[in-house]
């Protein structure tokens, strides 16, 4: 079966692995979303994943400790969300590799972009954990440059919500989903879709980005397929 997508950065919360437990690792929840990352990988589609870490930690929430610390604390946590969600994968048969932008080598390999690039063309998944490596950058923003970096079509940016409102429509019945936007009209927009470093990044790297429901996980084959679904944000 055809697919749009070719190379797929997908941006998996922490806090969606955590399900309704909303901290640690919900596996009745991880499972179901590796199954949908095996099948879109089984279409042909190479698939990359960065995962955050809000299951574990919260840097911004830290108090009063330094906000590198509690950053490098941060990267830790999706690291190990990175070897969670390998395990699963793994599990169902799919060939993965781990790839940490702090390094630990006897956990996983060194994030090496040419080695990244050449596990996607041998059909394997690769994760990646902790971060950009770098203290005050979001997740948001390494999944932009880590796309950027492989050359990946697009974004996938699974959420809780069903693509981007123009105000939250868990507090609002009247917000209305927008089908499209551009990076531009999200930063004018304030609309909290991504940060604004990793705003920037989609936009000099022209990288759509797709927001939809990961509540349904099959959500991301569908996107892969290039079926009309969430909210695609264009880099102009």
Not at 148 to 158: Q, R
Request: aromatic share 6%; charged share 25%.
């Amino acid at each position: 079966m055809d697919i749009k997508y070719h190379r797929i950065l997908l941006k998996l919360s922490g806090e969606a692995l955590a399900g309704e437990k909303k901290f640690g690792l919900d596996y009745a929840v991880i499972g179901p979303i590796c199954e949908a990352v095996r099948d879109t990988a089984a279409l042909g589609a190479q698939v990359a994943v960065v995962v955050g870490g809000g299951n574990f930690w919260r840097g911004r929430s830290s108090g009063s400790m330094d906000r590198t610390r509690a950053d490098h604390i941060g990267m830790l946590a999706t690291a190990m969300n990175a070897l969670a969600v390998a395990d699963v994968l793994e599990h169902l048969g799919v060939d993965v590799r781990v790839q940490t932008a702090i390094s630990m080598q006897q956990v996983a390999e060194p994030y090496i972009r040419n080695r990244a690039v050449r596990h996607l063309e041998k059909g394997r998944v690769v994760v990646f954990g902790g971060g950009t490596g770098n203290p005050f950058f979001s997740t948001d923003t390494a999944a932009s440059l880590r796309a950027a970096e492989i050359g990946a079509d697009i974004v996938f940016k699974a959420t809780m919500v069903d693509g981007v409102y123009d105000k939250d429509p868990h507090k609002y019945p009247d917000a209305v989903k927008y089908p499209s936007l551009t990076v531009s009209e999200v930063l004018a927009k304030d609309l909290k879709v991504m940060d604004a470093t990793a705003a920037s990044m989609c936009k000099d790297n022209h990288l759509p980005m797709l927001v939809f429901d990961l509540s349904d996980p099959q959500n991301i084959v569908r996107a892969a397929k290039g079926e009309e679904i969430g909210t695609l944000v264009l880099p102009e």
